[in-house]
């Protein structure tokens, strides 16, 4: 994520709370004693944004966790199954290493692909092409397990449908993301809690720069790394991009 979000939310905040702060102003001019025992109101608020803010930030921290540990999944699945070919007759093995090492460069190109919104189409194109290389890679394995014994087709099969399985997995999980609703009810409730916090301020006659600022700038911090785990290929200083490094040294061991 670029510096534009962060800018974009901390000038929203500080609009807000100053919006607040207006109605507030014009409120106590007219009713001085109009704008007390709100306090129960607003911790209500504040209540509600610390409990959707602490829901979305764990399911993200945990989806995370889930997408860097499928990676790892996937890397040892693919090196398993590409080493149980040893145990096929010699003569299917080289198309199907070849097909392996076609396979790994596909499901990263995937991968680097996420991040850009523009290359979507190219990005679905590579999926599609991941799932014929599965599709072949499973047929000329079945092929070569029936010219061997059971005890083959046995440790082949099991390791390439584990390949298969957790390439699936893998896409669900990068596509797995909280409603819509749910990042609905944290903007207003964001929205209400900014406008209720400059609106609590205005019974000061100069505004408090140094509180305005701490909560526009640690409110803004708490949603962007919250994006930013939801969404660690896309962009910011959270990223699982490292991870595609197993990918590449299982690739490399295949050469």
């Not at 040892?76 to 003569?91: C, E, F, K, Q, V």
């Not at 440790?155 to 749910?182: E, G, K, W, Y």
């Not at 505004?207 to 640690?218: G, K, T, V, Y």
Request: with cysteine; net charge neutral.
């Amino acid at each position: 994520m670029t510096l534009w979000f962060p800018t974009i939310l901390i000038a929203a905040i500080l609009l807000l709370m100053e919006t607040g702060r207006w109605f507030g102003v014009r409120r106590r001019r007219r009713n001085p004693e109009g704008s007390t025992g709100c306090g129960g109101v607003e911790a209500a608020v504040f209540g509600l944004m610390g409990l959707l803010i602490a829901f979305t930030f764990y399911g993200a921290e945990s989806r995370f966790e889930t997408r860097r540990g499928m990676i790892v999944e996937e890397a040892n699945a693919i090196g398993a199954a590409y080493h149980r070919i040893d145990l096929l007759p010699s003569n299917t093995q080289p198309q199907l290493r070849e097909e392996f090492r076609k396979y790994i460069h596909s499901r990263l190109a995937i991968y680097q692909k996420i991040p850009d919104w523009e290359a979507v189409d190219a990005m679905n194109a590579e999926i599609r092409q991941s799932t014929a290389l599965q599709k072949e890679i499973w047929r000329q394995a079945i092929d070569a397990t029936r010219l061997g014994d059971s005890t083959v087709q046995a440790l082949v099969v099991p390791a390439i449908d584990r390949m298969v399985d957790i390439a699936t997995i893998q896409t669900v999980a990068f596509q797995s993301h909280p409603p819509a609703a749910v990042w609905g009810m944290l903007a207003l409730t964001l929205l209400a809690s900014c406008v209720l916090a400059g609106y609590s301020m205005s019974g000061a006659g100069v505004r408090n720069w140094i509180h305005i600022l701490s909560f526009a700038l640690l409110f803004s911090a708490v949603v962007y790394v919250n994006v930013d785990f939801e969404y660690p290929r896309m962009w910011g200083f959270i990223r699982i991009n490292d991870m595609d490094k197993l990918l590449v040294q299982t690739l490399e061991n295949m050469k």
